[in-house]
C-alpha cells in the first residue's frame, strides 16, 4: 500500500513499497526525471522485518529506522521544491565574517589617521630637538589660497615660521623653496620673517628644488645657509611691471570706451589704450624704486655690497653652480643634505624629529585637481591676476 512510511504499512515484505518523494537531489536528465541520492539508492535494499504475531505486523531494524529518520530531517516537505540554499546555521557564521570585515576596516582607517597625523603635524611623538619644514611652493602672492594650488602665500609662509619660532623644542627651520617668483610685496612680507627668525637664534636654512628665482630668491637671501642643486634655476634678481595695450583690436571690433577720471594717471594701465610718454617715465621710477628695495634686501642678507649685487642683478637666471660662484649659495645639495645642516647648525645631536608644518593637506591635493584648480584660482586671485594696475613682480 503506497503513501504510508515502511514502518507503518500492514503485509508481507513481499509487498512492500517505498513513499517517493517528488523531488530528488541530483541532476534532471533529459526525460526530467532526478537521478536518485544516496538516500534513494539506499530504498532499494530489502528491509529486514520480523512477524511478531499472526496478523503479520512487522518491526523494521534500528539501520532503517535511523534512515528513514535521516531522510524525514534532511528533506523539504513534499510541496516544496529544493531550492538549493545554505542551512540557516550559516546567517550566524556570515554575521561573524561581516564583523570582522568590519574590524580590520576600523583597524585601516585608525592607523591611517595615525600615519596622516604624525605625516602631516609632525606632533604625535613629542622631541625636544625639532627641525621644522616649511613649503615655498608655487607663484608667491599675498593672498588666502589654500594650499597646493600651485601658489605660496605670504601668510601662511609667514604664520608656519611663527609657529616654528613659538615651539622651544625647534632646533632650525628649513625652508624648502620652489617657486619661480611672484608678488614683489608677497616677498618682502617673508623676507622680514625670515629675517626675524635668524635674529632670534633659529638658524634658517634655505633648500632650493628646480626654481628659486626673483621673489623666491629674495625671501632667501636673509636665511642663514642657502643649499642648492646644480642645477637649480636661481638669481633673476629684478622688477618688472607689465601693461597691456589693446586699443587696436577694440578699434577693429568697434569698441568704444568712454573714461571719466579725476586725475591725469587714474586709467594708467587700461588696455584701451597706450602709455603715455608721462605715465612711462613715471612706470619707471616705481621699478626702479622696487627693484632698489630688492637689491638692498639681497645685500643685506648676503653680506655683500649694492654695488655688488648690482652687478648680478641684471634679472638674468644663474644655475646653481654659477650662483655658488657669484656668492648668491653657499652650498651644493639636495634637500637631506639641507637638513642634515640644519642639525648641525641647530646643535641637535643624534636623530631629530622633522616636523611638516605646511605640507599641502590631503584634501586639497584630492580636490586641487587642475580642473578644480583653474575656476577656484581664478576667484582667489582675481584681484592680482586681473589688476587694473598690471602685475609688479
Known sequence: MSGKYPDSREGSSDDAEYHTYPYSYGETGQDG???HNTFEEEKE?????????????????????????NRENNSSPPDVPYSGKAPASGKKSRKWQYLAIVAVLLLIIGSSFIIIFQAFSG??????????????????????????????TSEDIVESIREATADENVKAIVLRVNSPGGSSTAGEEVYSEVKMASESGIPVIV???????????HISSPADLIVANPSTMTGSIGTIWMFQNLSGFYDQEGVDIYVAKSGEY?????????????????ANRVVAQVYGNFVEDVAEGRNMNVGEVKDIADGRIYTGETAQELGLVDEMGNFYYALDRAAELGGIEGEPTIVYVNRPTLSSL??????????????????????PYGQLI
Open 33 to 35: 526525471q532526478g537521478q
Open 45 to 69: 535494499e530489502p528491509v529486514k522485518k520480523t512477524n511478531t504475531s499472526a496478523g503479520g505486523q512487522a518491526t523494521v531494524s534500528e539501520k532503517d529506522m535511523n534512515q528513514n529518520s
Open 123 to 152: 606632533e604625535l611623538y613629542s622631541s625636544s630637538d625639532k627641525i621644522a619644514v616649511i613649503y615655498v611652493q608655487g607663484t608667491l602672492v599675498s593672498s588666502s589660497v589654500p594650499g597646493g594650488l600651485g601658489y605660496a
Open 207 to 217: 633648500s632650493m628644488g628646480d626654481l628659486a628665482a626673483s621673489a623666491a630668491y
Open 266 to 282: 587714474k586709467d594708467m594701465g587700461g588696455t584701451w589704450r597706450g602709455l603715455t610718454e608721462g605715465e612711462k617715465e613715471y
Open 366 to 387: 584630492l580636490f586641487g585637481s587642475e580642473a578644480g584648480t583653474s575656476v577656484a584660482v581664478q576667484e582667489f586671485l582675481s584681484y592680482y591676476e586681473e589688476s
